[in-house]
């Protein structure tokens, strides 16, 4: 069975500061995807960023990047400069060619003023 | 945002008890997805459907059952509600393997 693994329940960062949150994840797949979410209070999910496994350049969104380490099965988010809108939790995903979605256990982000 | 409605979204039911949430669509998206949130748990995986009639279990799947009769509805049904099954639930939608999937507002479910 695939796991994703988030092996940070909380984080902190300083506004302005650049913070990463680690996801590993378990396949014997070679073609797969992976995702990012941000969970707000309001509960809402919201994309952050997405990487296809084929390829080796990191995605990046804006503020947003990943480390995408297909090898070592890590993928983790670095948030540079910190707002205090991006204080949610954050959730990696993994996704199968055969469409099964599954979810870490999220880490919380906490951005301090 | 995306076409898609939890109901109820929120509500109480005693032990023993049969519930259905429903989750609908107006997108026409393949694929369909009942997850739980539960604090340290993150979200689990209950069933997914990949069309019409075709559903597969997740990781959490037991006292839950599901059906898709038509493309837009994707019913969730809790057969006798524990409270271990207190939760807020999701369900979520998507068109295609590498795009994102769309979140509903999620249903918080209690069992007393």
């Known amino acids: 069975a695939q796991t994703v693994t988030q092996s940070q329940p909380e984080m902190s960062v300083q506004e302005a500061e650049t913070v990463t949150l680690s996801c590993t994840y378990d396949?014997?797949?070679?073609?797969?995807?992976l995702f990012w979410y941000k969970q707000p209070p309001s509960r809402q999910m919201i994309l952050v960023i997405r990487q296809e496994a084929y390829k080796q350049q990191n995605a990046t969104e804006n503020r947003f990047s990943v480390n995408f380490q297909k090898a070592a099965k890590s993928f983790s988010l670095k948030i540079s400069d910190s707002q205090l809108g991006d204080a949610a939790m954050y959730f990696c995903?993994?996704?199968?060619?055969?469409?099964?979605?599954?979810f870490g256990e999220g880490t919380q982000l906490t951005v301090n003023p | 945002d995306a076409g898609i409605t939890q109901s109820p979204r929120h509500k109480v039911t005693e032990t023993g008890t049969p519930v259905t949430l429903r989750c609908h669509q107006t997108e026409n998206h393949r694929y369909m997805y009942w997850y739980r949130q539960d604090p340290g748990h993150g979200l689990r995986l209950i069933h997914y459907?990949?069309?019409?009639?075709?559903?597969d279990k997740g990781e959490v799947s037991d006292g839950y059952s599901v059906s898709r009769s038509k493309t837009e509805d994707f019913l969730l049904t809790l057969e006798s509600a524990t409270s271990s099954q207190t939760s807020v639930y999701f369900c979520?939608?998507?068109?295609?393997?590498?795009?994102?999937?769309?979140f509903g507002q999620g249903t918080r479910l209690t069992v007393v």
């Open positions: 396949t014997s797949e070679s073609d797969y995807y």
């Open positions: 459907s990949y069309g019409v009639k075709d559903t």
């Open positions: 979520a939608i998507s068109s295609d393997l590498n795009t994102e999937a769309f």
């Open positions: 995903a993994y996704r199968t060619s055969g469409s099964r979605l599954t």
